[in-house]
């Protein structure tokens, strides 16, 4: 199994990236994990308060549930990835069978700050795009797709956002094997990472 680590800021284009690489690859030989999915569980907090939670630092992710997840999944063993819910903030009791797959994509903004799970990546890769079009499209996404008004992503972006990705997210593009500027569609770079898939899948 050949397992692709994709990080970088909220908004930079991770899933959309992750997106426009498994388009054109074989269904049954490429699966996707996102991050998202690993938000430790909240449900000993009620809504404001979980409101309130600073969902950028590393300690907001279930490392340890990931970090089996792979493991399983590259001894061939399926999993039940988790499903988060950003409008409630929490994780819902729904699970999603996920397969092993030939080629495994693991995309987070935190991914690679944690050792043990970077260590897993036999490609890690980081997209890049400045910090005013991330903000930009995270307004423009989180108030269309997450339930979010002016006020909240501004908010968030001043106390947690931006001070977390200086400290813990900008730090890990010096990981990173490849990183993808990704101020405007970048096709080329897509393509690059679709030939390294495919040779590894032919
Ligand atoms: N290169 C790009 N140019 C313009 N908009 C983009 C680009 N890449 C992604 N977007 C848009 O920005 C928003 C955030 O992208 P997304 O892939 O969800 O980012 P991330 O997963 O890194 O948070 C989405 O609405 C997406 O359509
Ligand atoms: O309940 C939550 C959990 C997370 N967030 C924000 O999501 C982003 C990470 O997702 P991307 O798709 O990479 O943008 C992170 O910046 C958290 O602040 C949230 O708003 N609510």
Redesign the pocket.
């Known amino acids: 199994m050949l397992v692709i680590g994709i990080a ?1 800021g ?7 990236v992750v997106n426009q690489i498994i388009n054109e690859l074989p269904y049954e030989e490429v699966g996707v994990i996102s991050q998202d999915s690993y938000y430790c569980d909240l449900s000993h907090l009620n809504y404001d308060e979980r409101t309130q939670v600073n969902f950028d630092h590393p300690r907001a992710i279930d490392f340890d549930l990931l970090g089996s997840h792979l493991q399983d999944l590259k001894k061939g063993i399926p999993i039940h990835q988790p499903v988060y819910s950003f409008v409630k903030h929490n994780r819902t009791n729904d699970t999603i069978l996920t397969h092993p797959r030939k080629v495994m994509i693991v995309e987070g903004i935190l991914i690679m700050t944690n050792p043990q799970i970077r260590e897993m990546f036999d490609i890690k890769i980081f ?1 890049h795009a400045d910090s005013d079009e991330r903000l930009i ?2 307004l ?2 989180d108030i269309t797709e997450r339930g979010r008004d002016l006020d909240e992503v501004l908010t968030r972006y001043q106390n947690t956002l931006k001070p977390m990705h200086n400290q813990f997210i900008e730090p890990t593009k010096e990981y990173a094997d490849i990183i993808i500027p ?1 101020n ?2 970048n096709t080329v770079a897509i393509d690059i990472v679709r030939t390294i898939i495919n040779e590894k899948l032919s």
């Open positions: 970088g909220t908004g930079c284009g991770k899933t959309t997209v499209r995270r423009k996404r990704n405007k569609y």
